[in-house]
């Protein structure tokens, strides 16, 4: 089974603080994707990866970077963290480009930014 | 350019009575549909989802989908739901030749009523 996790299920952080989330893939798959989840507006795309070292803004990529150094994992980074940013996160990852592959997605960090 | 639209935000039904979920959707070329599940708290599950083969498809838990080019439409149903199905529901689309943006719907909450 393909496994996707993320480094903290709930984070705490205070305005203005550096935050990392990380997100690790098991299944060699080449892309990844950062999305942000809130009441009413679904899954919002912030930032995806098609390999190593590659990064493409999603719908919403303001406030936020990415890293990606290794295939397995890809890095979401709040350079100064907002109230703003207070939210749900999820990591997915897909076996390739194809349209036929499902994503497999994190269980989530759960964000609160004070 | 593609989009998904899920017409109902919240649907509530009797245990033991049938689950109705409409998605429709719109894109240029012959896409990809998929239903995803999310329970509380936890990251989105695969349902089901719809390639180009069969119109017809079936899930996991008893869910199937059809695929109806005619009226753009993918919607899930279930003949007799049960309390554990009570969840975000999520219709996806994804396009082909370029246009393979992952497209999601605003979900759809589903209750359950004992």
């Known amino acids: 089974d393909v496994k996707v996790t993320q480094s903290s299920r709930y984070l705490v952080k205070r305005t203005g603080e550096k935050v990392f989330l990380e997100c690790v893939q098991d299944?060699?798959?080449?892309?990844m994707f950062w999305y942000r989840q809130d009441p009413g507006l679904g899954l919002r795309l912030i930032y995806f990866?098609?390999?190593?070292?590659?990064?493409e803004k999603g719908d919403i990529p303001e406030g936020y970077s990415v890293s990606r150094e290794k295939k397995e994992r890809f890095s979401l980074i709040l350079e100064s963290a907002s109230t703003n940013q207070t939210s749900m996160y999820l990591c997915a990852s897909i076996n390739g480009r194809s349209r036929y592959y499902e994503q497999y997605f994190g269980p989530g960090t759960r964000l609160t930014v004070t | 350019a593609q989009s998904v639209t899920q017409l109902d935000s919240h649907v509530s039904v009797s245990e033991g009575t049938p689950v109705l979920l409409r998605c429709n959707y719109s894109?240029?070329?012959?896409?990809?549909l998929f239903w995803y599940v999310q329970h509380p708290n936890k990251g989105l599950q695969l349902l089901l989802k719809y390639t180009s083969a069969a119109t017809l498809v079936k899930g996991i838990n008893g869910f199937e989908a059809e695929f109806k080019k005619s009226e753009t439409s993918f919607h899930l149903t279930k003949p007799s739901a049960h309390m554990s199905d009570a969840a975000e529901y999520f219709c996806v689309v994804r396009g082909s030749f370029g246009d393979d943006k992952i497209i999601f719907g605003k979900g759809t909450r589903l209750h359950i009523l004992p």
């Open positions: 299944m060699d798959h080449e892309n």
């Open positions: 894109s240029s070329y012959s896409p990809s």
């Open positions: 990866s098609y390999d190593v070292k590659m990064k």
